[in-house]
């Protein structure tokens, strides 16, 4: 079994958003002050969520206001709270913090109390306990069991998540590998010589955020002008995250479709070898700019195609593997001599050792992707200069990416 979400853009009449509002809020703050209540006395009683679920009981019989939110989504958030403590004494994230107004707004229904209607080919309909029926548009059919359905607020409005449990069988992976080269000027480089590039239209809105955000800093604190300024740049942002994610996940699924292994390195320590990659060329300012520009756009999305890939190799019995990034820019695939001056320019990749000649991302994929074959690192290695970037990790195969660690790998 696996889980998976199906997220579409919701379409509530006036008074349902005001719903929404309500709901979030009180979600909230029986979030916060069960974390509260733990937070100061969980260590000597052992608040778990059955205590803290007939504390809400008191606290609905209580305040009309905590009783007029549906049950289920109260209980829900305290499973939450749960959760979040257990993957704290876990040692896998920090300690839970309060959710917070316009960041944190959103609420979940188990499954079993919502049911999903198609209206027509275009739109469908949610039913929400004490809130109804919700348009949706309705982007891709659903499949699996639903397990619970999550409503969400992010700058461009309000979403339904629905979790679906996906019985599979996995197939027998094929054994095809593939190395995969995250990079600035081509997004993604296959080893197999295929190059994909994130749609160009990001880097336009990247330029038109950067421009909200002047503005932003122009405005005075606290003013209607500046909270509207930051609406238009929250905006922009979730646009840009709507189109990373598109991409993502087409190119994910494409790659998952054809391989059975797929060889990323290790971006944690790619921060020691980015400097060598630019240094071999002299890039005019625009190019520096715009590499600038395509770095801060690519920054959250190469650890969320790492987790996206893992999810869908998964699903069809294949593996993501992660090994070491140490000078995987520099390293010859036909030869494996390392030499920052093989590095040509941005895109181009002649060896000084042997003289092979190809594009420079595709060669780092071939080289990521052998890496993979652990006996094949002998052949690396072959230092013409003296190295000082170091990261002080052995060129060993590491293991897949953990999955709890919010999407790092
Ligand atoms: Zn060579």
């Given at each position: 079994m696996i889980a998976r979400g199906f997220r579409y853009k919701l379409e509530p009449l006036p008074e349902q958003e005001a719903l929404f509002r309500q709901f979030a809020g009180v979600c909230r703050l029986v979030y916060n002050l069960a974390l509260e209540q733990k937070a100061t006395w969980g260590r000597k009683h052992r608040l778990g969520y059955v205590a803290q679920a007939a504390d809400l009981t008191r606290l609905r019989a209580e305040f009309d206001w905590v009783r007029a939110v549906y049950v289920s989504c109260q209980q829900q958030a305290l499973r939450d709270l749960d959760r979040a403590f257990g993957n704290f004494f876990a040692g896998r994230t920090a300690f839970p913090r309060p959710r917070k107004r316009g960041v944190d707004d959103s609420f979940r229904f188990p499954g079993r109390e919502v049911a999903v209607k198609s209206l027509n080919g275009k739109w469908s309909a949610v039913r929400l306990p004490k809130i109804g029926w919700v348009k949706f548009r309705d982007t891709r059919p659903m499949r699996g069991d639903l397990k619970n359905v999550t409503v969400r607020l992010d700058a461009s409005g309000w979403y339904v998540a629905f979790t679906r449990e996906i019985a599979h069988e996995a197939p027998a992976p094929s054994l095809e590998v593939v190395g995969i080269d995250r990079g600035v000027a081509t997004t993604l480089a296959l080893s197999t010589g295929d190059m994909l590039t994130l749609p160009a239209s990001l880097e336009r809105i990247e330029v038109l955020k950067r421009k909200a955000q002047r503005i932003v800093a122009r405005r005075k604190r606290g003013s209607n002008r500046r909270r509207r300024a930051q609406a238009r740049v929250a905006r922009l942002q979730a646009r840009q995250a709507r189109i990373r994610r598109d991409f993502h996940h087409r190119a994910a699924l494409d790659i998952a479709r054809r391989y059975g292994v797929a060889v990323l390195e290790d971006l944690n320590t790619r921060g020691m070898t980015a400097s060598a990659r630019g240094t071999v060329t002299e890039p005019g300012r625009n190019v520096r700019q715009k590499a600038g520009l395509n770095r801060a756009i690519l920054a959250a999305g190469w650890h969320l195609f790492a987790t996206i890939l893992t999810d869908k190799m998964e699903e069809r019995g294949g593996q993501v593997v992660i090994v070491p990034a140490r000078f995987t820019s520099q390293?010859?695939?036909?030869?494996?001599v390392v030499d920052a001056r093989s590095r040509e320019s941005q895109a181009r990749f002649i060896c000084i050792g042997c003289g092979h000649t190809d594009h420079a991302d595709v060669n780092a994929a071939i080289t990521i992707e052998r890496r993979w074959n652990t006996p094949l690192l002998d052949v690396e290695g072959v230092h013409q200069q003296p190295c000082e970037a170091s990261t002080g990790r052995d060129l060993t195969v590491s293991e897949n990416p953990r999955r709890s660690r919010r999407g790092r790998c």
């Open positions: 390293t010859c695939a036909a030869c494996g």
